[in-house]
């Protein structure tokens, strides 16, 4: 094989991953993976000026905390999702295990999430809430990103709930498996606690 050209970086053949081609069980592997991936639960609640909607989401995540923003997915097949796309305020409750029939209740089809048996109020502003959660926060959407089959929007926090600094002895409620989980601090006693990011990350 003849050198390389003087100051022609030497190009390499590229590893063997021993990856499936795309296409490949690749939609099957990825609902597999997401399937068994944990994920915490939020109820998001709005009006576009059509009635109070609500649902509940696994795919809320965090964006930067100045200013405070966090992105979530709706789907184009349910309706409630395209109320909340619509609407230009919301409201994200961080729900607890002892949520989990309320989150139940946003998760279902056909169910009446704002009944005369469900307890629900208006903020000052107008949006839907449910004040039985302890954390939730007031956002205002920001953007939207249109994908085949979902939309991905991005809402930046303006106000929170009474009370929001309070420490939380409840049990977070995830999801994983198609089930609800309580999830609480893994208790060893040998070793101490393992802390996921160091103080200075700048990932939280």
Not at 144 to 152: N, Q, S
Request: net charge neutral.
């Amino acid at each position: 094989m003849s050198a390389p050209s003087k100051g022609m970086p030497e190009k390499l053949a590229a590893p063997e991953t021993g990856a499936a081609p795309a296409g490949s069980g690749m939609t099957e592997a990825f609902l597999a993976a997401f399937r068994h991936h944990p994920s915490g639960v939020a109820i998001i609640t709005a009006d576009a000026g059509e009635g109070p909607v609500a649902l509940t989401v696994s795919s809320l995540i965090s964006i930067s905390a100045a200013p405070p923003m966090v992105a979530f997915s709706l789907s184009a097949s349910s309706s409630s999702a395209r109320a909340v796309e619509r609407s230009t305020s919301v409201v994200v409750h961080f729900v607890r295990r002892v949520d989990m029939q309320l989150a139940r209740l946003c998760a279902t089809s056909g169910k009446e999430r704002f009944g005369p048996d469900v307890r629900w109020a208006r903020l000052e502003s107008g949006e839907p809430y449910y004040p039985q959660v302890e954390l939730w926060f007031r956002a205002e959407l920001r953007g939207r990103l249109e994908t085949p089959g979902a939309c991905l929007v991005t809402a930046e926090l303006t106000s929170v709930s009474p009370g929001a600094h309070a420490t939380r002895q409840a049990e977070a409620l995830v999801y994983s498996n198609r089930a609800w989980h309580g999830l609480g601090p893994v208790v060893d006693t040998v070793s101490a606690p393992v802390l996921l990011w160091p103080d200075d990350s700048a990932t939280f």
